[in-house]
Every structure is written in structure tokens, then in C-alpha cells.
């Protein structure tokens, strides 16, 4: 029983989902909207990516924090 249990916990982290996506700027985009369309908030994308203002810049890479 105690190998299956080591085996599963081996193959879950070989895979290693990535904690977070990078999203990349698009002409007309706004930390509102990126927020809303990847179902996060404002303050969470300002938080992950250190933004201390709500100014972003196109071909500016964010990172999307995963909504838990």
C-alpha cells in the first residue's frame, strides 16, 4: 500500500502545473478587463506583478495569478 501512495505523489509533481500563466498586453487592454477575463482581480494582478500604479504598457508581460 505505502509504494502507490509514493508512486501517485511522483507522477503528480513530474508533471508541475505552472502556479501561474503570463498574459502579454494587448493595444486597448486595462487591468480591469485583463482581471475580469481571467476571472482575478485588480489588486491580485497588481500584487503578482508588483505594479504599484494601473498603468500598463503594450507587450508588457503580467503574470495572471490562478483564481484558488
Do not use: F, W
Amino acid at each position: 500500500g505505502s509504494e502507490m501512495c509514493k508512486e501517485t505523489g511522483k507522477s503528480s509533481s513530474r508533471k508541475s502545473a505552472p502556479k501561474a500563466r503570463t498574459y502579454t498586453v494587448k493595444k486597448g487592454d486595462t487591468l480591469g478587463a485583463i482581471a475580469r477575463r481571467n476571472g482575478t482581480s485588480v489588486k491580485a494582478l497588481k500584487r503578482a506583478n508588483g505594479l504599484k500604479s494601473d498603468l500598463i504598457h503594450i507587450n508588457q508581460k503580467l503574470t495572471i495569478p490562478r483564481s484558488k
